[in-house]
């Protein structure tokens, strides 16, 4: 089955400090993977997902991922981040095809003014 | 707009009380799925369904029912709710499985 781990509950960062959200997985096959996020009191968002091709993923609000195989990561990034980027973000992950998806624990950011 | 909905928003209800979570998806997906969300845990998933008349199990399915009699709509039904189950439940829906899945903004249950 598949897992994914986000090894920090929390993450801070001073505004406009680069952003890092550390994903390992583990998985059956090749693996779809995606970033969520979650505003307070609102569903989740889809940012980028990774499936095939470029291991960089750019996707919204200036927000790119790194798929690495070898040491199975896939880490969130942003160069410059915001106040407004503070949220709660979860990396999720399935197997090629696969109607199953795993969603880590998520990791709180929160960006300091 | 292409949109999830759930209803209710929130829900107070007591023990053994019958209650049903509607969700419905205007998108014309085939995929949808539901979770709940505890702190600590992350998402884990309930139902999905691949297809009307298709559903199946996901990681957590104890105390839950679902049903899909038309394509759009998926309801969540717990029979006989427990305080195990006071949890923040998401409602998402795909064109395909494993393609990106768009959620409804949540439903917020206290099972007294």
């Known amino acids: 089955a598949q897992s994914v781990a986000q090894p920090e509950d929390q993450v801070n960062v001073a505004e406009g400090n680069p952003l890092t959200v550390k994903c390992t997985y583990s998985?059956?096959?090749?693996?779809?993977l995606f970033w969520y996020v979650q505003y307070p009191n609102r569903g989740l968002q889809f940012l980028l997902k990774?499936?095939?091709?470029?291991?960089l993923v750019k996707g919204s609000y200036g927000f790119e991922a790194e798929f690495n195989k070898s040491q199975t990561s896939f880490h969130l990034k942003k160069p410059s981040a915001l106040v407004s980027d503070s949220a709660l973000y979860f990396c999720a992950v399935s197997p090629y095809g696969n109607n199953r998806l795993a969603f880590g624990k998520g990791n709180q950011v929160v960006v300091i003014p | 707009e292409a949109q999830v909905t759930q209803n209710p928003r929130y829900l107070i209800t007591v023990t053994g009380k019958k209650l049903t979570v509607t969700c419905s998806q205007n998108m014309n997906h085939e995929y949808m799925s539901w979770y709940r969300q505890d702190p600590g845990l992350g998402l884990r998933q309930i139902y999905y369904?691949?297809?009307?008349?298709?559903?199946d199990k996901g990681d957590v399915p104890e105390g839950y029912k679902v049903s899909r009699k038309e394509k759009r709509n998926f309801p969540l039904i717990l029979e006989s709710p427990s305080p195990n189950q006071t949890s923040l439940y998401f409602c998402?829906?795909?064109?395909?499985?494993?393609?990106?899945?768009?959620f409804g903004p949540g439903t917020r249950l206290l099972v007294l």
């Open positions: 369904s691949m297809n009307v008349e298709v559903t």
């Open positions: 990774y499936i095939t091709g470029d291991n």
């Open positions: 998402a829906s795909s064109l395909l499985p494993g393609e990106t899945q768009y």
């Open positions: 998985v059956s096959g090749n693996p779809y």
